[in-house]
């Protein structure tokens, strides 16, 4: 691997008290091409624009995907990766289903590594504050015929930032006619089209004053999916409920990780489908007692209230609501202050 750091850092002109998601980037980035059917040798460079051919495929076909994952800072300074397997392992499922080929994992985990090593400074230690690394690969190749590229580039790039949404309640509506995923489509995958094509509806659920959608299935909209930026979970009565993934809803890693904390608190998990007339009758009846989302950048996010065919529900959350015990025991792990007894955290 070749690692080409700066003569001179940026850092000092990052106002770390005033961040705003994902415009900082750190000193440098990994990059490797794939060509003539293999991956080159990977590079650590300096952060700078890129050439790119015009007719690159990815600009026209959108074969393209990428990753989310965070590095924190302990109380000793030390930095920890968070399941950096898991982002690897999804970064190739995700690859597969775009006709992608594989990059190799340890390739990968050790690049990841020497440029979070590199860039430690980055990281920021208190409450809230990470480094958030995107990994993103896509279709390089000069040429716009419609199949498969030939050529990709994979790259590592990071942003410093502190808490992802500070604003105030969060209010959903839930999707009566747009899609995000169809069955059978690329909804597993982190593909950059399915997000795309979450901007147009998204917006007019903003105009309406919601701040997210939550996707439905697209056969029927009877079925709730996940958030598409967050998995999506449902305190009811005293079950915890979300739902099970599919080819239409992402395997979130925060997911998982929450699902593992909340049985650890006794809490019972049901990971199965649950119908949008079962939510708003548990609405209705006051047995729904929380809905949260789940994600990378935002951890754990409590969500106040959804909408549905203009009919607006309350979800009224206590101050010591699941979902913060929850973000505090994941965040315990994430930032080293507790035992880490998943092993999930791997050091830098
Ligand atoms: C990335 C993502 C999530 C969250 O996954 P994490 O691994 O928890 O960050 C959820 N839904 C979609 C569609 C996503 O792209």
């Not at 147009?200 to 959608?213: C, K, R, S, W």
């Amino acid at each position: 691997m070749v690692i080409r750091p700066v003569k001179k850092s940026r850092i000092e002109y990052v106002d770390f008290d005033n961040l705003s998601f994902g415009t900082n980037f750190s000193d440098h980035m990994f990059i490797c091409n794939y060509a003539d059917g293999a991956w080159g040798e990977p590079e650590i460079i300096p952060y700078a624009p890129i050439q790119l051919d015009p007719s690159a495929s990815a600009l026209h076909y959108g074969q393209a995907i990428f990753e989310g994952m965070k590095a924190y800072k302990d109380d000793n300074g030390e930095v920890w990766l968070f399941r950096p397997d898991q982002n690897i392992k999804r970064l190739n499922k995700s690859a597969d289903r775009l006709a992608i080929p594989q990059f190799p994992e340890d390739l990968f985990l050790d690049g990841l590594r020497k440029l979070i090593d590199l860039d430690r400074n980055w990281v920021q230690s208190g409450a809230g504050n990470s480094l958030y690394i995107r990994p993103f690969v896509f279709a390089s190749e000069p040429c716009v015929q419609a199949s498969p590229a030939k050529e990709y580039r994979i790259m590592i790039i990071c942003t410093p930032v502190s808490s992802y949404y500070n604003s105030g309640e969060v209010r959903v509506k839930i999707a009566d006619h747009f899609s995000r995923a169809p069955q059978g489509g690329t909804g597993y995958a982190k593909a950059a089209g399915n997000y795309a094509g979450q901007f147009y509806p998204t917006q007019l659920a903003i105009d309406e004053g919601y701040q997210q959608v939550i996707w439905t299935d697209a056969a029927t909209h009877q079925y709730i999916e996940e958030a598409g930026t967050m998995n999506l979970f449902f305190y009811i009565g005293d079950k915890l409920i979300t739902a099970p993934i599919s080819d239409s809803i992402l395997d979130g890693v925060t997911r998982k990780s929450v699902i593992d904390l909340a049985k650890n608190r006794g809490i019972e998990v049901e990971t199965r489908q649950l119908t949008v007339n079962e939510l708003i009758e548990a609405a209705n009846n006051k047995s729904l007692r929380e809905i949260f989302g789940s994600g990378t950048a935002v951890v754990v996010l409590p969500i106040h209230g959804f909408g549905y065919k203009g009919k607006d529900y309350n979800v009224e959350q206590s101050a010591d609501s699941l979902a913060l015990e929850l973000k505090a025991d994941l965040t315990s792990i994430q930032y080293n202050r507790t035992d880490d007894s998943y092993g999930w955290c791997v050091k830098v």
